[in-house]
């Protein structure tokens, strides 16, 4: 990843360039860049540009200014409000993506950025369409193991419902500072995502019941009983009294009165 200029427009601009040894994957790399590109929402870092360049692909972005919520997370728990309306945006940002099709495939710290105007999703890298299967069915699974949802490790393809797996536990690490499963091997941990319950959460003063309670749904084994991203945003919002930019197309369903909605552009304030 490379800071640049647009000579063009004048901006400031980050640029992905893929490593020599995988510089044969431009398909790969065009996908990611359609699938971002899609994606106009200012939750997510924007895609302006993709092309080659003596047959190495790169691709140009919106350059984000902050710090990951991996490093705001290295000194432990933050206060729950903070991490309740970062999940909240996060959500928002999925509720784009899956209205568009996409699912992201590895939410985590690491591809959150925190910067003054809000959470940023970062790298869609190895985003896919939903009920899309893993280009290697015998290969790894995509995504970071502590946040891949149960199924896709049974060979299931990724789903939205697969994001808000990684959703629940990056909401658990934002109220707790650790993961809602510990073990000492990557193997047992993965067996403890698949089979066991996650370990309660430390008593958190003034944390709201149905913030628990939307927790415990995100990391439920079955993938039918997690909630929507959009259910996710509203109601992670009203429980922070903060602001999401959500699909208008998908508000008529949600069992959660909004106080306003500011049209045309969809803003929420739960």
């Given at each position: 990843?490379w ?19 995988q ?13 971002a ?7 997510v ?15 140009v ?10 490093e ?15 999940c909240?945006?996060?959500?928002a940002?999925?509720a ?15 591809n ?14 190895i ?21 891949v ?10 789903t ?35 089979h ?5 959460l ?43 930019y ?5 508000l008529?369903?949600?069992p ?8 045309p ?6």
């Amino acid at each position: 990843m490379w800071c640049g200029h647009d000579e063009v427009l004048d901006r400031p601009v980050a640029v992905k360039v893929m490593a020599p040894h995988q510089a044969a994957a431009v398909d790969e790399v065009r996908r990611e860049a359609r699938s971002a590109a899609r994606l106009a929402h200012p939750n997510v870092a924007g895609v302006h540009d993709f092309g080659t360049s003596a047959d190495q692909p790169y691709i140009v972005m919106e350059l984000v200014e902050g710090r990951t919520l991996s490093e705001h997370l290295a000194g432990g728990a933050i206060d729950w409000r903070i991490g309740v309306r970062i999940c909240a945006e996060v959500a928002a940002a999925l509720a784009a993506a899956h209205g568009e099709n996409v699912v992201h495939r590895d939410i985590k710290p690491g591809n959150i950025m925190l910067t003054p105007s809000g959470a940023k999703v970062l790298d869609f890298g190895i985003a896919a369409a939903i009920g899309d299967a893993d280009e290697d069915p015998d290969g790894p699974v995509m995504g970071t193991p502590a946040y891949v949802a149960p199924e896709r490790f049974a060979g299931h393809p990724a789903t939205a419902a697969s994001d808000m797996f990684g959703l629940g536990t990056l909401l658990y690490q934002c109220l707790s500072g650790r993961l809602p499963w510990l073990r000492s091997t990557p193997t047992e941990l993965v067996q403890a995502e698949c089979h066991d319950d996650p370990d309660p959460l430390p008593d958190i003063d003034g944390l709201p019941g149905e913030v628990i309670d939307l927790l415990s749904r995100c990391l439920a084994k079955n993938p039918g009983e997690r909630p929507t991203a959009l259910v996710a945003a509203l109601l992670l919002a009203e429980a922070v009294d903060a602001r999401v930019y959500v699909p208008m197309s998908d508000l008529e369903p949600v069992p959660v009165s909004p106080r306003w909605i500011d049209e045309p552009t969809g803003r929420h304030r739960a």
